[in-house]
């Protein structure tokens, strides 16, 4: 349940006029009041011989009891109250007494013999109710409304609990503002899916994606169409900027403009300012340590960095200081939002799903050091330069690859974020999990199908030979990889790194760590991307060709060469 108190406003009977009309689109039904400050104010929706202005003037007499001088220019106190979808349609006698609780809790009518305001609550539509009142009580003084917001949030989470309600997560104050009713109608108007002030924040979150400079984000503001306005102090020093999309325009036809900070709180100019400063105080010359490197980055090659970087952040999250770990969680956005604005069109939805979901998890009251994040934010900056991917063949690979690793360091933030108390950001991580997962799904399907048709081919000594190399590094884990599908992409993986040199056992042992194996579908999956990862394979498994164990420098640790032929032999 979502109580959202509007600024207040000048003029009671346009609001009524409006809450008991057919809406912009006809949506309203049966406008009716449930619940006033009195019980017996009039109906005009129900009553014929009540008007709106009946109800208006009762609703206004303290405020016209006053000398006009003493009037607040601004009197009317507005706040629409709705049940989430999942829950069952309330009845009127419900929302005439979550009504009450919410004016109670607000101060507007407290209750317990004080003093209170005059109200009215409508309900126009199955899922929600408007409350309406004015902003002077009735022994003529200001109402105790101090944040009346938090307050009406902090009743509906009892109410919830009351009513057996989907309870909603409690917020902390660090969430993006949330489209006002206007311009959600607005946006309907005008055939958008989302609000103009959605749109422009999923933009420059786009644009400071691996950014590195003022100049570049702007450039990249501008190259997306945005209209852009800068404050410039008088000593010529950069404050702030505004945006606005071209088309959305008020009724003087002017842009109308949002400054960044009103998008998102981490979208101000300083905030933005923050991640560059942390870029910075790390030296400026790449470090292989960080998975850097110099030179143009292909799509692929860009995915492979990101898997590799989400890979370590994975073990920050889990084991560090929690301002690093806000810094990584803060980048692992920016991260989403570089793959999902570079990504093939099968898997660019469920993507921006992802990366519109964790916007809020990437935000919370732990305050981020930057720097020691530079290793996500130049997967970001890679994956931006390295262009948009096929979505096949090792682009698509290993996009799969680098989905599979954020899955895990999306995973970490839930489990930190729940650990911290910060239960919106938890939902919120756990939401762009699930879309991570599908965009897995799709982004796999064909390279693992391509590896599983692989290891069907193998022949029954090999086959054998992985089974035993499996038992023996992972023995708590082989009988439930044995019985998954991917097994036999497994199997083909191990013979690719054997054939390059590599030990499998070590190698098996290595990636597996038992770290967030629980929350995989398929375990063998997992391992499929971790091997080719660390043993710096092909993503796309017909880069590879099929290897045989002859087919192996012998290595350290390794089968002797002369066992490879007394094995094949047999």
Aim: proline share 6%.
């Amino acid at each position: 349940m979502i109580p959202s108190v509007n600024s207040s406003g000048s003029r009671t009977i346009g609001l009524l006029a409006y809450l008991y009309g057919p809406g912009k689109h006809e949506e309203h039904t049966d406008p009716h009041l449930v619940a006033s400050f009195d019980g017996m104010s009039p109906d005009p929706g129900r009553d014929p011989n009540a008007t709106l202005k009946d109800l208006q003037q009762l609703v206004d007499q303290p405020v016209m009891a006053l000398a006009e001088h003493a009037r607040p220019a601004k009197h009317v106190w507005h706040t629409s109250v709705r049940a989430d979808p999942r829950d069952r349609i309330l009845s009127d006698e419900e929302w005439a007494d979550i009504a009450r609780r919410i004016v109670a809790a607000t101060g507007i009518d407290p209750g317990d013999g004080q003093s209170g305001c005059r109200w009215a609550a409508v309900r126009h539509a199955d899922d929600h109710i408007h409350i309406v009142a004015t902003l002077v009580t009735e022994d003529g003084h200001r109402p105790d409304d101090y944040r009346s917001g938090a307050r009406a949030q902090a009743e509906a989470r009892l109410i919830e609990k009351e009513l057996g309600l989907h309870e909603v997560a409690p917020g902390d104050g660090t969430a993006a503002q949330r489209p006002t009713s206007a311009e959600r109608h607005k946006a309907e108007r005008q055939g958008r899916e989302r609000t103009a002030r959605e749109e422009l924040r999923e933009a420059v979150r786009r644009a400071v994606a691996g950014a590195t400079s003022e100049e570049e984000f702007f450039d990249r503001l501008a190259g997306d169409g945005l209209l852009i306005r800068k404050r410039v102090a008088p000593s010529g020093d950069l404050l702030g900027y505004k945006v606005a999309l071209p088309d959305d325009r008020n009724k003087n036809g002017e842009p109308v403009f949002y400054p960044g900070a009103r998008l998102a709180p981490d979208l101000s100019l300083p905030r933005i300012r923050e991640r560059w400063s942390g870029d910075a105080q790390e030296n400026p010359a790449p470090r292989q340590e960080d998975g850097v490197r110099t030179g143009p980055v292909t799509p692929a090659a860009a995915r492979r960095r990101t898997a590799s970087a989400a890979w370590r952040a994975v073990l920050v999250v889990e084991n560090g200081d929690d301002a690093i770990v806000a810094a990584h969680i803060a980048a692992a956005g920016e991260v989403l939002d570089a793959l999902a604005n570079t990504s093939a069109a099968h898997t660019r939805r469920e993507l921006r799903d992802a990366a519109t979901a964790f916007e809020r998890a990437s935000r919370s009251h732990e305050r981020a050091v930057r720097g020691h994040d530079r290793a996500l934010r130049q997967a970001a900056r890679d994956l931006v330069h390295g262009g948009a991917a096929l979505g096949r063949g090792e682009d698509g690979a290993s996009t799969a690859m680098a989905i599979d690793m954020l899955f895990f360091l999306i995973t970490a933030a839930v489990h930190w974020h729940a650990k911290k108390g910060h239960a919106q950001q938890a939902a919120a991580a756990r939401r762009a999990a699930e879309h991570l997962r599908a965009a897995y799904q799709t982004a796999a399907a064909q390279p693992l199908g391509v590896l599983y048709q692989r290891g069907r081919r193998l022949n029954r000594p090999m086959l054998q030979r992985q089974t035993v190399v499996l038992r023996e590094a992972l023995p708590g884990l082989a009988q439930q990889i044995l019985a998954e599908p991917g097994w036999y992409a497994l199997a083909a993986t191990i013979a690719d790194a054997e054939a390059v040199g590599h030990d499998p056992a070590a190698l098996l042992s290595d990636v597996v760590e038992s770290r967030e194996l629980d929350t995989a579908d398929s375990v063998s999956d997992v391992l499929v991307w971790r091997l080719r990862r660390l043993a710096d394979l092909p993503a796309d498994p017909a880069d590879a060709p099929l290897a045989t164990p002859a087919s192996r420098a012998p290595s350290a640790g390794t089968v002797p060469e002369s066992d490879h032929v007394r094995y094949r032999r047999r």
